[in-house]
Every structure is written in C-alpha cells, then in structure tokens.
C-alpha cells in the first residue's frame, strides 16, 4: 500500500538526486508517443514505442507528437529500485509501480518544477533504455495525433 507523504518525500529526493547529477533527457520536437487510456492532463505513462502499448490496458491507443522539446529527468534502475522499495513495491513489475506514481502523484497536491515535463525510467537490462515515460502534464506537452478504439 502507497504510503502519500513518504512515497511523495522519496520521489522528491529521488528526483532531487538525479537534478543535482544532470541525469536530464531532452525529447525532441516532433516524436511520436504512445498511450493506451484517455486522453487527458493527468500524470500518464508514455512510451516512446508502439509496440509497448499491447502491455497497457484501456480502450483507447493514443499517438500524440511532442509540442515543444520535452524536459524528462532520467531515474536509472538503482533509483528506481529505490524508490519501489520505499514503497514497499518491490515485486512489482515497472508497469503497475508507474501507474501507482501516476495515482500518487494525481492525488497530491505535490508542486514539480514548471520546466521539468517528466521522467523515464532506464533500466541497464533493457535493449530499449527509455521504454517507459511518466508526464506530469500531457495536455501541456503533447499534441494529439490520433485516438484508435480497440473495440471497433
């Protein structure tokens, strides 16, 4: 079980940490990325590879293109095993403990920095290193390419 204060306070140092290391990521202009879902500007998962999109529920496939340069700050499997820990998500799967940062982060009142968009996760035994994007505020980041029921 999430436990808000702590969980927000380990994510804030966390992402401290990688500020104060430059682990930044500059996603440019014009990149296509995908979201299974609605379509909204609450903290979703991204992914910057179609194909990832089968492992996520919801009805509807979005493809949005990047308005402007996106700003991520890049967690690295350590931070991220870090942070699951603290969380007490250690037999969770990356998938389900983003959409457990998503709920947390829609639930507080927590403020992040207006120039930073989101973070990615990069993990060292991934072929793809930037599978998995977390944004803050899609609607302020993306601009909506195409929505694809999958019941039709």
């Not at 401290?16 to 299974?36: D, I, M, R, S, V």
């Not at 500007?41 to 999109?53: D, E, G, P, V």
């Not at 509807?60 to 095993?81: C, G, K, Y």
């Amino acid at each position: 079980m999430l436990s808000t204060p702590e969980s927000l306070s380990e994510l804030l140092n966390i992402l401290n940490e990688a500020t104060e290391k430059e682990q930044f990521h500059h996603l440019p202009q014009g990149t296509h990325l995908y979201h299974c879902g609605i379509y909204s500007n609450a903290a979703s998962i991204w992914c910057a590879n179609r194909s990832l999109l089968a492992e996520q529920p919801g009805r509807f496939e979005i493809t949005a293109s990047v308005a402007e340069e996106l700003l991520l700050i890049t967690l690295d499997d350590s931070q991220w095993r870090e942070w699951r820990h603290q969380v007490e998500l250690d037999n969770c799967s990356t998938l389900p403990a983003l959409e457990q940062l998503c709920q947390l982060l829609k639930t507080s009142d927590i403020q992040l920095p207006e120039s930073l968009h989101g973070l990615e996760w990069q993990s060292a035994d991934r072929t793809d290193n930037r599978a998995y994007l977390l944004l803050f505020h899609p609607l302020r980041s993306l601009q909506l390419f195409d929505i694809h029921d999958r019941q039709s």
